[in-house]
């Protein structure tokens, strides 16, 4: 038996994916985090740490950087600096501490939708207002509409582009031609791109991750990237991520902007953890875990062909959020989801969440054991066979 397909009972944890139903009977495939333990290297740091009984303010120490620096530079071709790396309690804190940083009340900030719904808070907390470059969905897949991406970057009032690369819930990755052509019209207007890279690590076979700052210095220098082990290993709950800012007037900003958001501080356990994470037995664990994800994809895509040729899968290139495209059905995403948990206690995503309003989405976490797939699929079907027959 895989690694993955061992069946974990995560209720009465305290998770928010399993245990905010109040219904035992619920499948939830929602929220992302995956309902697999995380990376054996990761449990024995933290359980190391855990037996030293204090847990007190935390110093980061040189071997954190260190772990960071010689991940992505081994990974992902990209070699930063020790100074450029500002350490925090989460993808969204650094996301939002980044707008403060680099927007005023007022200012747009451009995004691409559908897109992760909290960017849009995390622009509305800032007070400020969302530019949408909405992405054209077409053969299975979504692309960039750059005429509009260019009309939306030479609005003055646009001060920066909030990237979500890999992109969720859309299951891009960009690949260096798009980020090139995104980058350069940014410079060309001077917005400043706050780069969301969580899911970097989530690549499907046949795709390739490329750092939105590793492509040239100019672009490195107009950007902040976010980054987190947290959705390749399972650990968002020790809170722990990293902006990466080379110019070092706009590092002070953001620097500024966590001590003002008051997310400056980290707990000993998210430490332990990314330098665990970021080693060669994390990534011997990390590329099971990819091929795992793959196969759960497949098996997806092809019992939905076959069993559900109504639903349409968008094709997934990184993340483990699968997008499906329910326009045949004849109902708003909202009743899809709402019929699913009522009827079948399936519980997935609404697409019109992520700002896909125009046409019914559904968003699937598919990193689960197999089985617990398959159970999923069945519930989808069952659901497909009553409202179809109706």
Known sequence: MSYFDEI???????????????????????????????????????????????????????????????????????????????YTSGVVPAISAVIRAV?????????????????????????????????VYTGGTYVIDFDDFERKAADPSVKAFLLCNPHNPAGRVWAADELRRMGEICLRYGVFVISDEIHCELVMPGYKYTPFASLSDAFL?????????????????????????????????????????????????????????????????????IDYLYGNYIYLRDFMSAEMPMLNVVNLEGTYLVWVDCSDLGMSSQQITDRLLETQKLWLNDGCMYGECDRPFVRINIACPRKRLEEGMRRMKNFLNKELSN
């Not at 495939?29 to 037996?51: G, N, Y």
């Not at 200012?107 to 992405?135: G, H, W």
């Open 103 to 135: 927007t005023r009340p007022g200012d747009k900030v451009l995004v691409q939708t559908p897109v992760y719904n909290c960017f849009f808070s995390s622009i509305r907390n800032n007070s400020c207002i969302m530019a949408e470059n909405k992405l």
């Open 8 to 86: 974990i009972d995560r209720r009465g944890t305290n998770s928010v994916k399993w245990d905010e139903a109040n219904d035992s009977d619920v499948l939830p495939m929602w929220v992302a985090d995956m309902d697999f333990r995380t990376a054996p290297v990761v449990r024995e740091a933290v359980e190391k740490r855990a037996r030293h009984g204090i847990f007190g303010y935390v110093h980061v120490p040189d071997e954190y950087y260190d772990a960071v620096i010689e991940w992505f530079g081994r990974r992902h071709g990209w070699r930063m600096k020790r100074d450029w790396i500002i």
């Open 221 to 289: 220098m107009n950007s902040a990237t976010c980054t987190s082990p947290s959705k390749a290993f399972n650990i968002a709950g020790l809170q722990i991520a990293n902006i990466t800012v080379a110019d070092a007037e706009m590092r002070q900003k953001v620097d500024r902007a966590i001590n003002i958001n008051e997310v400056c501080d980290v707990n000993p356990f998210g430490v332990e953890a990314l330098i665990a994470a970021y080693s060669v037995r994390g990534e011997e664990w990390l590329n099971g875990l």
